[in-house]
């Protein structure tokens, strides 16, 4: 079965520290990838989204992702984290199947906490 | 603020009581969802409609009971739930398209008691 693993459950930085996330998916061909951020008590916000074409793609709070379809990852990095993107991140695929859509299948998530 | 709103925010329930969620989006998006999340488990799908017909049902009990009356709303009917159903419940739509990304309400969180 299709699956997501985010093999980080807690990381601790320090603000202004870089930050990488880690996404790994299990799936022969190449889904739609995603991150979404969750504040406490709150819902899901979309970072950003990876289809096709160029493998790094940009989003938005200054996050960017590089999907490199060797390693079957999906990895979040932002080069300077601020107090305010302590949240838990969740990395999420669609397995595109020949054109019709599957449903996302989200990891367990990452708690990120940011240190003064 | 994406849009999808949700009410009630906070919700405690004892296991013989009838509520029900109610979710509310007017982005024009043609599918809505329902999900689960409880503490240290991954986002669990539990519904989802598309163009207002079931399409998906994950095999959640009875005791859950979706409704989508049009495009723009979702309720999610409760009834004789256990205390492990108590999570936050989080609302979603999509708009038309192969690979659309979902935009998330910020959930009920339900207590059963």
């Known amino acids: 079965a299709q699956s997501v693993t985010q093999p980080d459950i807690h990381i601790t930085v320090s603000e202004g520290a870089s930050l990488e996330l880690r996404c790994n998916y299990s799936y022969g061909a190449t889904p739609y990838l995603f991150w979404y951020v969750q504040s406490p008590g709150q819902g899901l916000q979309l970072l950003l989204k990876?289809?096709?074409?160029?493998?790094l793609v940009q989003g938005i709070k200054g996050f960017e992702a590089e999907f490199k379809r060797s390693q079957s990852s999906f990895n979040l990095r932002k080069p300077s984290v601020h107090w305010s993107d302590a949240a838990e991140y969740f990395c999420?695929?669609?397995?595109?199947?020949?054109?019709?859509?599957?449903?996302?299948?989200f990891g367990k998530g990452t708690k990120l906490s940011v240190k003064p | 603020e994406t849009g999808v709103t949700q009410t009630p925010r906070h919700l405690v329930m004892g296991m013989t009581n009838k509520k029900s969620l109610k979710c509310e989006q007017h982005?024009?998006?043609?599918?809505m969802y329902w999900y689960k999340q409880s503490a240290k488990k991954p986002l669990e799908l539990m519904f989802v409609?598309?163009?207002?017909?079931?399409?998906e049902n994950n095999s959640v009990p009875s005791r859950f009971s979706p409704e989508c009356p049009n495009s723009s709303h979702l309720f999610l009917h409760l009834h004789t739930l256990q205390p492990e159903d108590s999570a936050l419940y989080l609302c979603a739509s999509s708009p038309p398209g192969t690979g659309s990304e979902q935009y998330f309400g910020p959930g009920t969180r339900l207590t059963v008691t």
């Open positions: 990876y289809f096709s074409g160029d493998t």
């Open positions: 409609y598309s163009l207002e017909e079931r399409v």
């Open positions: 999420a695929v669609v397995m595109n199947y020949g054109g019709s859509q599957g449903n996302l299948i």
């Open positions: 982005l024009g998006h043609n599918a």
